[in-house]
């Protein structure tokens, strides 16, 4: 029954009365009435309920992958129609791009403007850092706040660092959550590109059946890495699988051009043209469907908390040249390249990256917290060959030079008066605190503001609030141990009060409803009428056949019917005329059970059969 009702809605949400939609052959309306309630149970259906008691019923999004595993395939073959002509080569890759964002944001800030935005300046600047171009996702059609502000690229950036709960908007600023950041960057790239393409899937396709089949058809398991396929070819093979009983709309083909296009932004697959004009894809890296709810993934974050300095699984490993070059493999973790990124110059980034170590970055490490000293740390744990001499020593002096002399910042604590400053001096909850530098003023070491305050206030001294300029001020962050459930929360996609961008039904606005309909409210008035009209095969007077059979059409349900002695099994659409009265449906054979069979369209009337019984599900019974 989900078959039929995935066809249909994909993962669009709808009301009760429209399952009958979803009816085919000799599936009726009443046998997915009946299923319904079991479908709620396994979890293979969910339902949300509005503000006014309306319920919606919808395929959860994590079960539609699953569900296009079971489709029977119109498989499609390589395309072998001749050369193709590369139009556009996957780019680096979305997960790269998220990771740049990260890296700018630590090191730069990213402060808002009076008016909640972020500024021009750090927008242009984060933008022309990322690989991403408006021009990948322009075609999609998002919609997300302050669209005259953020370019189509960076909105789609901020909205999975949104979502993930990696970028988290305060008051005067944008900040980086170290717990959730060190979660991420521990994660395998192939689970971070599944976690990704999950949230592209889940909010990022339109509210439309034929184009979220048409997305689905894309990653199925006969589109296989390296070969080219046409999209016309995939077109046609969702007719033939009946996800759409018609040729695709010129604007259904064009947003799923728009969608390939991003696609290949996103650095999942190439796009070609053959000699005729016609676009082919070709899968560069096709993302997973499925993401674990308890995995090696998860228990792996879990071991390492326990001992986050020797992970549980290689981390890889790169090259310290004696050019101050250091050359970092594919394999290498995104954990390492975090740290990378705070004490060196990036180069290139590619299949092979280079970083470049100097005294001016390890200057900026020193005041992003990383000392000369932990810098070289970071080169021996973690390079194939060692550290060479002279990186070592011109480490070690750098460390010296560096050492010397330290710029600190430090909080000017003034009193208006002298009687005001003894007051302070003497309380002693500030002793060691604060070190007096006037007969008015004392300054006050960095991070103790708060416990300064705090004594201030029991001392019934009050302190202004603190300008907002100082919310400004960010760190790169040290990432901490990871926890199992901010590695879960992050795999389990709950990202719907965080996100930016819905193209679909915003469904998370609504409360999730557990109810399941009874009987009686799949089919109304069902104990108003006679048991024996659904359990007895019987002749009945022709006024009461009319009636059998205007309660099966209400009730889409099939009618049994003996006719010649044979047992067929009748599902009635049209009933016409009051006591010399017709009725027109599809009449169907019980040898020939398969659901997709279609039955004759057959008029019948009374005295065509000998006996009669209406059809209900068995499930309604189970569930009176």
Same mark, same amino acid.
């Given at each position: 029954?989900?078959?039929?009702?995935?066809?249909?809605?994909?993962?669009?949400?709808?009301?009760?009365?429209?399952?009958?939609?979803? @009816?085919? #052959?000799?599936?009726?309306?009443?046998?997915?009435?009946?299923? /319904? $309630?079991? !479908?709620?149970?396994?979890? *293979? &259906? +969910?339902?949300?309920?509005? @503000?006014? #008691?309306?319920?919606?019923?919808?395929?959860?999004?994590?079960? /539609? $992958?699953? !569900?296009?595993?079971?489709? *029977? &395939? +119109?498989?499609?073959?390589?395309?072998? #129609?001749?050369?193709?002509?590369?139009?556009?080569?996957?780019?680096?890759?979305?997960?790269?791009?998220?990771?740049?964002?990260?890296?700018?944001?630590?090191?730069? #800030?990213?402060?808002?403007?009076?008016?909640?935005?972020?500024?021009?300046?750090?927008?242009?600047?984060?933008?022309?850092?990322?690989?991403?171009?408006?021009?990948?996702?322009?075609?999609?059609?998002?919609?997300?706040?302050?669209?005259?502000?953020?370019?189509?690229?960076?909105?789609?950036?901020?909205?999975?660092?949104?979502?993930?709960?990696?970028?988290?908007?305060?008051?005067?600023?944008?900040?980086?959550?170290?717990?959730?950041?060190?979660?991420?960057?521990?994660?395998?790239?192939?689970?971070?590109?599944?976690?990704?393409?999950?949230?592209?899937?889940?909010?990022?396709?339109?509210?439309?059946?034929?184009?979220?089949?048409?997305?689905?058809?894309?990653?199925?398991?006969?589109?296989?890495?390296?070969?080219?396929?046409?999209?016309?070819?995939?077109?046609?093979?969702?007719?033939?699988?009946?996800?759409?009983?018609?040729?695709?709309?010129?604007r259904v083909t064009e947003w799923i051009e728009s969608w390939v296009d991003a696609l290949s932004g996103f650095g999942w697959l190439d796009i070609g043209k053959n000699s005729k004009g016609s676009t082919l894809v070709r899968w560069r890296r096709k993302p997973q469907h499925e993401l674990p709810e308890k995995t090696a993934e998860v228990d792996h974050i879990e071991d390492t908390a326990a001992n986050y300095e020797e992970p549980a699984r290689p981390s890889g490993v790169f090259f310290v040249q004696p050019d101050y070059e250091i050359l970092v493999p594919p394999d290498v973790s995104y954990?390492?390249?975090?740290?990378?990124?705070?004490?060196?110059?990036?180069?290139?980034?590619?299949?092979?990256?280079?970083?470049?170590?100097?005294?001016?970055?390890?200057?900026?490490?020193?005041?992003?917290?990383?000392?000369?000293?932990?810098?070289?740390?970071?080169?021996?744990?973690?390079?194939?060959?060692?550290?060479?001499?002279?990186?070592?020593?011109?480490?070690?002096?750098?460390?010296?030079?560096?050492?010397?002399?330290?710029?600190?910042?430090?909080?000017?604590?003034?009193?208006?008066?002298?009687?005001?400053?003894?007051?302070?001096?003497?309380?002693?909850?500030?002793?060691?605190?604060?070190?007096?530098?006037?007969?008015?003023?004392?300054?006050?070491?960095?991070?103790?503001?708060?416990?300064?305050?705090?004594?201030?206030?029991?001392?019934?001294?009050?302190?202004?609030?603190?300008?907002?300029?100082?919310?400004?001020?960010?760190?790169?962050?040290?990432?901490?141990?990871?926890?199992?459930?901010?590695?879960?929360?992050?795999?389990?996609?709950?990202?719907?009060?965080?996100?930016?961008?819905?193209?679909?039904?915003?469904?998370?606005?609504?409360?999730?409803?557990?109810?399941?309909?009874?009987?009686?409210?799949?089919?109304?008035?069902?104990?108003?009428?006679?048991?024996?009209?659904?359990?007895?095969?019987?002749?009945?007077?022709?006024?009461?056949?009319?009636?059998?059979?205007?309660?099966?059409?209400?009730?889409?349900?099939?009618?049994?019917?003996?006719?010649?002695?044979?047992?067929?099994?009748?599902?009635?659409?049209?009933?016409?005329?009051?006591?010399?009265?017709?009725?027109?449906?599809?009449?169907?054979?019980?040898?020939?059970?398969?659901?997709?069979?279609?039955?004759?369209?057959?008029?019948?009337?009374?005295?065509?059969?000998?006996?009669?019984?209406?059809?209900?599900?068995?499930?309604?019974?189970?569930?009176?």
């Open positions: 029954m989900i078959g039929h009702i995935l066809r249909r809605f994909a993962g669009l949400p709808f009301k009760l009365e429209r399952l009958d939609e979803a @009816a085919s #052959g000799r599936v009726t309306g009443a046998d997915l009435r009946a299923a /319904l $309630p079991g !479908l709620l149970r396994s979890g *293979e &259906l +969910a339902a949300v309920r509005k @503000a006014w #008691g309306e319920k919606l019923y919808y395929i959860p999004p994590e079960r /539609l $992958p699953l !569900l296009w595993e079971q489709v *029977e &395939l +119109a498989v499609m073959p390589p395309y072998d #129609g001749g050369s193709v002509h590369l139009h556009k080569e996957a780019g680096p890759g979305l997960v790269l791009d998220l990771f740049r964002a990260l890296t700018w944001i630590a090191r730069n #800030g990213l402060p808002m403007t009076s008016k909640g935005t972020i500024h021009q300046k750090s927008v242009g600047k984060l933008t022309a850092y990322l690989y991403l171009q408006d021009r990948d996702v322009a075609g999609l059609g998002l919609r997300y706040p302050h669209q005259e502000v953020y370019p189509p690229g960076l909105a789609v950036v901020l909205d999975l660092l949104q979502s993930l709960g990696l970028l988290t908007k305060e008051r005067a600023l944008w900040g980086l959550d170290s717990s959730r950041l060190t979660a991420w960057l521990d994660l395998e790239p192939e689970i971070m590109e599944a976690v990704l393409f999950r949230e592209l899937l889940h909010r990022y396709v339109p509210d439309e059946a034929v184009i979220q089949h048409a997305v689905y058809r894309l990653t199925q398991r006969d589109f296989r890495e390296g070969n080219w396929y046409a999209l016309k070819d995939m077109y046609a093979s969702l007719q033939t699988m009946g996800m759409t009983s018609e040729d695709l709309p010129d954990r390492i390249r975090w740290e990378l990124e705070a004490c060196c110059d990036n180069q290139t980034m590619d299949a092979m990256s280079v970083y470049r170590i100097s005294k001016s970055s390890v200057a900026r490490a020193a005041e992003l917290g990383r000392t000369p000293d932990v810098v070289l740390e970071l080169l021996k744990a973690h390079s194939a060959t060692g550290v060479p001499e002279n990186v070592s020593l011109a480490l070690e002096q750098w460390a010296g030079e560096m050492g010397r002399i330290v710029l600190e910042e430090k909080l000017l604590l003034r009193c208006r008066d002298e009687e005001a400053a003894e007051t302070v001096a003497a309380l002693p909850a500030l002793a060691g605190v604060l070190e007096r530098i006037g007969p008015r003023d004392f300054i006050v070491d960095a991070g103790q503001d708060a416990k300064v305050r705090r004594a201030l206030e029991e001392a019934n001294l009050s302190l202004p609030k603190p300008r907002t300029a100082g919310a400004s001020v960010h760190e790169y962050p040290k990432l901490e141990k990871p926890g199992l459930t901010t590695v879960s929360d992050l795999l389990s996609g709950k990202s719907e009060e965080r996100a930016w961008i819905f193209s679909g039904q915003n469904l998370h606005f609504y409360d999730r409803s557990d109810e399941v309909p009874g009987a009686e409210q799949l089919f109304a008035g069902l104990n108003d009428i006679p048991v024996m009209w659904r359990s007895e095969m019987r002749d009945y007077h022709a006024s009461t056949a009319r009636k059998m059979m205007s309660q099966a059409i209400a009730w889409k349900t099939k009618v049994s019917l003996r006719i010649d002695g044979t047992i067929m099994e009748f599902i009635p659409i049209t009933l016409t005329g009051e006591e010399k009265w017709t009725v027109q449906g599809h009449l169907f054979s019980q040898v020939d059970g398969r659901d997709g069979v279609q039955g004759n369209l057959t008029e019948l009337g009374p005295g065509q059969w000998e006996s009669m019984r209406l059809m209900l599900p068995e499930m309604v019974a189970g569930n009176e």
